[in-house]
């Protein structure tokens, strides 16, 4: 029987007419990543802020290791980490005087505070830093400062509140690593991010909410799977000729073309009753007999991006479509 980290059932929340969380469902089983994606505004960081005690909602329920959020909140935060979407450090203290704080914090005692702040250290590659002060570490060497203090009490569930955000791709890469071989260790992770490719790579299920409801839930390639197959994608020389080049690409496809007007990139779906290959082929012989000047073409699978742009209907107001 699986055994769930988190349940979260009917949460209400809301702000004078704005309802940030209007009756959302949620449950994470132990030692998976559970990913929360929606646009801004959506009720990601609400609940979380609900989930980590930090918040009461107006009604609805939700436990955490089986413990209720309400009844017995400090029983929760003995057993939650947290990073929320900026770095919680002390910039005037060192980094191990921060951590050690933490486990000091968390009454581990003076030893085992400062051996668990040095193991950490460690782990995030921060231990030449250990007795700088944290005002002049770089954002990236904060955010795995930030990480690693939500870890000081080896915590089961751990809620990272876009834990990525303003890192260079290396250091992200290297936190999705880190985030890795803690779920590898059990740790149960929910994590809300505005990189739909972190949310690809960590997440065992997604859950997409807009407007504080859950509007889709499975893992990746679920949902992938309901935006539709392959998708061609051609980016035309011309500005000029981006209505044509839609209207070329849709009567070959037979269906939606969306354009981004910077890049002049056309994508359409291929709605599977031919192989992409034959339809990318006679679609750049229509480009050709059109005398529409062609810079790049190719066919790609479904991302979470589109998922993302699909049922949050932003594709209609981030991009231009045409029905052939």
């Known amino acids: 029987m699986t055994t769930m980290a988190v349940e979260a059932d009917g949460l209400v929340k809301t702000y004078g007419e704005v309802k940030a969380l209007d009756g959302l469902h949620l449950t994470i089983p132990e030692g998976t990543v559970l990913g929360l994606l929606g646009p801004n505004g959506a009720g990601k960081t609400t609940c979380v802020r609900v989930l980590t005690t930090l918040l009461r909602p107006d009604s609805g329920s939700a436990q955490v290791m089986g413990i209720d959020v309400l009844r017995e909140p400090k029983r929760v935060r003995e057993r939650i980490g947290v990073s929320g979407q900026y770095a919680a450090v002390d910039e005037y203290l060192t980094g191990f005087e921060n951590l050690d704080m933490v486990g000091r914090l968390y009454h581990l005692g003076r030893k085992p505070s400062a051996a668990r702040a040095r193991e950490l250290l ?80 960590l997440a065992d299920v997604v859950v997409v909410v807009d407007r504080g409801r859950v509007i889709a839930e499975g893992t990746p390639d679920e949902l992938k799977s309901q935006v539709g197959g392959e998708v061609i994608e051609v980016v035309i020389a011309d500005p000029g000729r981006i209505r044509d080049a839609m209207n070329a690409l849709g009567a070959v496809c037979g269906g939606r073309v969306s354009v981004d007007d910077h890049t002049r990139k056309l994508s359409a779906p291929v709605d599977g009753s031919r192989p992409a290959a034959a339809v990318l082929v006679d679609s750049l012989r229509r480009f050709d007999e059109d005398g529409i000047a062609v810079l790049d073409v190719g066919v790609r699978r479904p991302t979470l991006d589109d998922v993302f742009l699909t049922l949050t209907g932003h594709a209609a107001e981030a991009a231009k479509v045409v029905t052939a």
């Open 122 to 201: 460690e782990q995030f590659r921060l231990e030449d830093a250990a007795n700088r002060p944290v005002k002049t570490y770089s954002g990236g060497m904060r955010r795995r400062l930030d990480l690693a203090g939500a870890l000081v009490a080896r915590p089961r569930v751990l809620f990272l509140d876009e834990p990525t955000t303003g890192l260079d791709p290396r250091s992200r890469t290297e936190m999705w690593g880190t985030l890795a071989e803690l779920v590898a260790g059990g740790t149960t992770v929910l994590l809300t991010t505005q990189y739909l490719e972190e949310a690809d790579r």
